[in-house]
C-alpha cells in the first residue's frame, strides 16, 4: 500500500454523495501509474452520484531496466468507458533517472499551473495557465 490507496482513495470512499470533484494528486512510490483503470475501480465506482469529475494527475514510478513499459496507447485504452469528458494523457520515460511520468488530466484544463512538461506534450490551449516549468533528461 502507498499514501495514494491508504488516504487519498480511502477519504474519498467516505464521500459517497459527491457530486462534484475536483482532483489534483502528485503520486509518487506507487507501483503503477495513476489511469483510466485506477480511477474507475477505486473512485469513480465508488461515488455513484459523481456528475463531475475534473482532474489533473501525475503519477511517477521508478524503473529498473524494465522492457515493457506503460505508453501512450495503453494509457488512452484505459478511458475507453469515460464519457462526456475529453481527457488528455502523456507518458514519459526518463531512463537516466530511472523513472517514468504519467500525466493525465480532464480537458480543459483550468488550473494555473502546468509543470514539468516534457516533449510528449499534448499542446492544446490552456487559457488559465499562468506558470509552467519545463523538464527533459
Known sequence: MNVYHELIV???HR???LEKLSLYLIVHDKNTFVDGNDLKKNIINNMLRLNLFLFNICSN???HNQINLPSNEYIQCTFKDFQNNHNIYCVDHFFEAERSQCHIYSYPYTL???KNITNNFSG???KFV??????DE
Open 112 to 114: 494555473k499551473l502546468y
Open 15 to 17: 464521500m459517497l454523495n
Open 61 to 63: 514510478i521508478r524503473i
Open 124 to 126: 492544446g490551449f490552456f
Open 10 to 12: 480511502l477519504l474519498l
Open 130 to 135: 499562468c506558470v509552467v516549468s519545463l523538464f
